[in-house]
């Protein structure tokens, strides 16, 4: 198709810059992988099988969602939302009733609600699991991939997302990215993590990858999925790269519906299987299915989570991993579009999936997969597969020694103040100058000490920072201007760009954080307006880099990339404008011209310094 060869095109003429930006390849962590088990140890766990009843071992498969910030005393609000999805009253009454070997936290499920908090429902949490008849401890896990994806926050310490650490280009930074979170994860009792994310983001109009992608180019994503493999599983917890066989090139966002790669075969080798290559060989203890259809790899046409082609003939057999595969989240559209909620979870197993992650209907799916095993239609032998590269990776994780965390380990860790420096080192190397034009950046306090901060405002990724705009403006107080700050939100109506052009007047100059700016977008008319105010106009791109593109031609005086809006980012962007840090980041992906997708605008390595 034009629009993909397109994309290859660009991508081929600009993959060296990014490579030279992450040259070298990472050697396997020094630590064994948690899956990795000796002869005595799969004789113990084997044992542990051997012993469950049928509805102890299903149960082992399933990461289920609960409602509440305590295992045993949630609110009565969570109580009820328990009661109406799930049928129990509490996470430890789920646990006793179906036997989970996991649960993912959520913020919107109020358990993330602050450190102390999180390390004592993940010790109840376990509590529970103990007080099983097999005392097999759970996986504890959550979506922590930094950047625009972040379930647990302030204090804990925030880090730049994946296409930040690609602007970077860093692998020692990038690591030691991965390696914080992990630690601070370790302390909360969170042992899995869904991080990195392994797609390559070939495909601007992604709606659903985007920011979370490390860049366009496939080796340097390899490179930098390998480094926070070794970061997260170097803390002690476990990494999971997603999403296989990789969502990098969608129109389509899988969770409202399912989408369609029309990549052949030879371009899932050259574009989307380097990265997972490169996280099976640094010992990636989980890997994570996408709801996708990849027709060249499974002519069915089934999505990725269902298909034994691509789960069983390609991942296990062809690239030889042998770790958990775990399910992208069962309640999204993309994989309950072609089959019923009963069917999914059991055509899951017989694809070659261990672990089945928050299916929409526990009951449901968990009774399914209990009939199919007791039919034949999945034998036992195969879901025993499954629970032993489960217990392995417990075992690996040293759970079965002991799975608790303590309240000294959480002020010791989360949030330390070297932590949140290095934060902050690193977020500053991935700031991404694309424009500057007329040379105004850095702003001085002498000339441009006057400040105004519009633009847009979205809800914080883990709803501990921001507003954006708030945080900006503070941050540029704290480096000697006056900044007031002014939401225009993502759509700014004409009262707002009125107000904000008539706060312009006597400014030295205007900060406009946008937003996934469209050739329609009311930003665009915004900033247009503020330019003709004649006051200087830096815009800051807050989540995608291409804003950009469809900013070119307003007269703007200076344009920068900070991929996404939480605090950290944020803070880097305005000691970049005031001239307190370099800007060392370069694209990590191509941005096109707005008028002429075929032609690139900016090429993966762009990127300007002072």
């Not at 766990?45 to 609960?66: D, H, N, P, T, Y």
């Not at 309950?336 to 069917?343: A, E, V």
């Not at 290095?422 to 950046?441: N, Q, V």
């Not at 004649?534 to 070119?552: C, E, K, M, S």
Request: hydrophobic content about 40%; some cysteine.
């Amino acid at each position: 198709m034009p629009h993909r060869t397109s994309r290859r095109t660009l991508l081929t003429a600009t993959a060296a810059v990014t490579a030279a930006a992450a040259t070298g390849a990472l050697t396997p962590p020094a630590v064994a992988s948690s899956h990795s088990t000796n002869a005595s140890t799969d004789r113990r766990l084997r044992r542990i099988i051997a012993g469950m009843s049928l509805e102890e071992k299903v149960g082992q498969l399933f990461v289920m969602r609960v409602y509440g910030h305590s295992a045993t005393d949630p609110d009565q609000a969570d109580i009820d939302a328990n009661l109406k999805e799930i049928g129990v009253r509490t996470a430890a009454e789920l646990i006793s009733t179906y036997h989970v070997g996991g649960i993912i936290y959520f913020t919107w499920a109020h358990n993330t609600r602050d450190p102390h908090q999180i390390a004592d429902l993940s010790n109840g949490l376990q509590r529970a699991a103990l007080a099983e008849r097999h005392r097999v401890p759970l996986l504890v896990s959550t979506d922590q991939e930094h950047g625009i994806v972040c379930r647990v926050g302030e204090p804990a310490t925030l880090l730049p997302g994946a296409m930040a650490l690609g602007a970077g280009g860093s692998r020692s930074d990038t690591r030691r990215a991965a390696w914080i979170a992990g630690a601070e994860l370790a302390a909360l009792g969170i042992n899995q993590n869904y991080a990195p994310d392994a797609d390559v983001n070939v495909n601007p109009a992604n709606p659903v990858i985007g920011v979370r992608s490390f860049g366009s180019d496939p080796d340097a994503v390899a490179d930098l999925v390998a480094a926070q493999v070794k970061g997260y599983q170097g803390a002690g917890i476990a990494s999971t790269a997603k999403h296989f066989p990789g969502h990098g090139d969608t129109n389509t966002d899988s969770h409202t519906g399912l989408p369609v790669i029309n990549h052949t075969r030879a371009q899932w080798e050259e574009l989307d299987a380097p990265p997972f290559r490169a996280a099976i060989r640094a010992r990636i203890d989980s890997i994570m299915t996408a709801h996708i259809v990849v027709p060249a790899l499974d002519p069915s046409e089934d999505p990725a989570t269902l298909s034994r082609p691509i789960l069983t003939g390609i991942l296990r057999e062809e690239l030889g991993y042998d770790g958990v595969v775990v399910t992208d989240s069962l309640g999204m559209e993309g994989v309950r579009t072609k089959y019923g909620d009963d069917r999914v979870p059991v055509l899951a197993l017989l694809a070659g999936v261990d672990q089945l992650l928050n299916p929409p209907n526990l009951s449901v799916a968990w009774n399914a997969v209990l009939e199919a095993v007791r039919s034949g239609e999945i034998s036992e032998a195969r879901i025993d597969e499954s629970i032993l590269r489960i217990l392995r990776l417990k075992s690996g994780l040293g759970l079965f020694r002991d799975p608790f965390v303590s309240h000294r380990g959480v002020e010791r860790t989360v949030g330390s103040r070297a932590h949140r420096a290095a934060a902050d080192r690193i977020a500053e190397r991935t700031t991404t100058l694309l424009a500057d034009p007329g040379s105004l950046l850095p702003l001085s306090r002498r000339t441009h000490r006057n400040l105004l901060v519009v633009g847009a405002d979205p809800a914080s990724p883990s709803g501990t920072t921001g507003p954006p705009t708030g945080t900006l403006a503070h941050a540029f107080g704290e480096l000697g201007f006056s900044a007031r700050a002014l939401s225009t939100g993502t759509a700014p109506n004409q009262a707002k760009i009125d107000e904000a052009v008539a706060a312009a007047e006597g400014k030295d100059a205007v900060v406009v954080a946008t937003y996934n700016v469209t050739a329609s977008s009311s930003q665009r008319t915004l900033v247009t307006a503020l330019v003709a105010t004649g006051v200087p106009v830096v815009t800051v791109a807050i989540r995608n880099p291409y804003d950009v593109a469809h900013l070119t031609g307003t007269g703007v005086a200076a344009s920068l990339a900070a991929y996404s809006w939480t605090d950290v980012e944020l803070r880097a962007a305005a000691r970049v404008i005031a001239g307190r840090a370099e800007p060392e980041g370069t694209l990590p992906v191509p941005v096109q011209r707005a008028d002429d997708p075929t032609q690139v605008l900016y090429p993966v390595g762009h990127g300007l310094s002072y």
